[in-house]
């Protein structure tokens, strides 16, 4: 057996899962090296666009210069909030959330690029979205919103320090999972010191303002047509005090729509290109979805290879990672959501003796044997920050193997129910549904396309019929996601070898289909 590399051609962001889970009536304080924040007046939405690169380094970005602010190989950032001038330091002070759930805080009065941050806490992977909405307590400092996978809305007002600058959480909403997208403007409205942007499903965009205590006022549509973008971007893009909406394009183009300061805005306009090649955008209306943003094919030598997502449906070319993993030494090979903040995707194989093996995971790297007919690696299923397994066993029963602290899957197998040799393909990587929670999809022989909802404690909830015809596939792979939506995808290879990108809606469905892949890809064994 040769060992596996899956460092990438080029790194990209990932799924992270790993971390400790802490209570979020309160951010916990972990680790202190600043003092208070520097004294404010009014805070100014930021209006430059902040990103972290595929090899995990953060920077401001204008036009195609990159100036780093956060050195590069750290870990990879699920969510970037810039939160603006606080710190005293020469520039915006910014916010980063990795899957394990942590919450640090990178001010800018370390001298930059700095690797150091504040830990201001865990827990935050009960959130499918974080939002800086503005000021609305009006001292001067951002305030965040934050939405659960129940869909609940909850608001954090800010206070006078680095080390602890949020106050306890206040519940300000319900039912907010119609949204996919959701971005925050100061001044956007009126009086109001902040307000937050919401889209649909159907791309109508809504208007809510918040009060000085994070209650919301009723919503009001100020436009459709929104989902043409792939994420949305709260920024003040022209500096005249008023928080605009930025579109992003799945080919990378940044376009502007100007605050009036009324509750409207002006026409588009182009404002930058070539942002395809970040993730984790500052402020985005969508948090990337951490599936494996790639595919891994290996061939009936047992040769292994990666192509990496774009983040606009595309894949780069195949490098190859591996070798010596014949199909009859090792029958089933898969490629799992990141099991750790580096953000690489892990591998997993069985053994021709029933040895699951974690190639790629630190920690414990192998399994109790069985006799396992299907493995997939969907991320996190018991909402616990830790990437997570389910198998099949030859008798069709599915087992959860839990993922644990390091990136290791040691847990050991429990029962989640039988019957699934009803299913030919077995699949997931990130969420499907909008909630934040991982899930996975099934086919019959026959060609019909089933969902099953992840509940967030390891079981899944009453399958969804999707869709028929897929048995016209001789292969199908849940790459997470590959356009840069943040919303989870699946890749099919038809008759002809040719590859098939059906991108996600957020809704449990999906749209039509593309071509990704001319032809060739029958050649592989399997592909994950």
């Known amino acids: 057996m040769f060992p596996i590399r899956t460092r990438r051609a080029v790194e990209r962001l990932v799924a992270l899962a790993t971390g400790t889970v802490l209570g979020l009536s ?30 995990k380094s953060v ?63 865990g827990g935050w992977q009960t959130y499918n979205q974080v939002i800086v909405v503005g000021d609305p307590s009006g001292d001067g400092r951002a305030d965040l919103m934050a939405r659960d996978t129940h869909g ?211 920690g414990t790297s192998s399994f109790p044997a069985e006799h396992y007919t299907a493995v997939a690696g969907p991320g996190d299923l018991n909402g616990d920050g830790h990437a997570d397994l389910i198998t099949r066993d030859r008798g069709g029963d599915l087992w959860f193997i839990a993922g644990v602290k390091g990136g290791a899957v040691t847990g050991k197998p429990v029962f989640i129910g039988g019957g699934w040799n009803t299913y030919n393909r077995i699949v997931g990587a990130g969420d499907l549904t909008g909630d934040g929670i991982a899930d996975i999809v099934a086919t019959t022989p026959g060609g019909s396309l089933y969902l099953y909802p992840g509940l967030g404690n390891g079981k899944f909830g009453s399958r969804r019929y999707i869709g028929y015809g897929w048995q016209g596939y001789t292969k199908l792979a849940a790459p997470g996601d590959l356009t840069g939506d943040g919303k989870g995808d699946l890749a099919a290879v038809d008759s002809a070898g040719r590859l098939w990108l059906y991108p996600g809606l957020g809704n449990g469905h999906f749209g039509t289909r593309t071509e990704i892949g001319t032809g060739g890809w029958n050649g592989y064994h399997d592909i994950s």
Do not use: C
Request: proline share 4%; hydrophobic share 35%; net charge negative.
């Open 152 to 362: 609940r809305l909850w608001y954090y007002p800010s206070r006078n320090s680095l080390s602890d600058p949020f106050q306890p959480r206040i519940q300000v909403g319900t039912d907010w999972n119609i949204y996919d997208q959701l971005i925050g403007a100061a001044r956007f409205d009126g009086t109001a010191r902040g307000s937050l942007l919401a889209r649909d499903l159907s791309g109508r965009l809504w208007l809510y303002d918040a009060a000085s205590n994070g209650s919301l006022s009723g919503r009001r549509q100020i436009g459709t047509g929104w989902n043409v973008y792939n994420q949305l971007i709260g920024l003040d893009w022209n500096g005249d005090g008023h928080g605009d909406i930025i579109g992003r394009t799945e080919a990378g183009t940044l376009y502007a729509y100007y605050a009036n300061g009324a509750g409207g805005y002006a026409g588009r306009v182009q404002v930058a290109t070539g942002l395809a090649s970040y993730n984790a955008i500052a402020n985005e209306g969508h948090q990337p979805d951490f599936g494996k943003g790639q595919i891994i094919g290996r061939d009936a030598k047992g040769k292994v290879y990666a192509y990496t997502g774009s983040e606009n449906g595309t894949l780069s070319g195949r490098q190859t990672i591996g070798y010596g993993y014949t199909p009859a030494d090792f029958p089933l090979m898969t490629s799992t959501v990141a099991p750790d903040d580096n953000g690489q995707s892990g591998l997993v194989v069985t053994t021709s003796g029933d040895l699951l093996l974690n190639l790629e995971a630190t």
């Open 26 to 55: 309160a951010l916990t304080v972990t680790v202190s090296t600043a003092g208070n924040a520097a004294a404010a007046t009014a805070w100014a939405e930021p209006s430059g666009v902040t990103a972290q690169t595929y090899s």
């Open 59 to 121: 920077g401001a970005v204008t036009g195609q210069l990159f100036s780093e602010l956060v050195p590069m190989g750290g870990a990879e950032y699920r969510q970037l909030l810039d939160i603006g001038h606080i710190s005293g330091g020469s520039g915006d002070d910014l916010l980063a959330v990795t899957a394990s759930g942590q919450l640090r805080l990178h001010p800018s009065s370390y001298t930059r690029p700095s690797a150091k941050y504040i830990s201001l806490g």
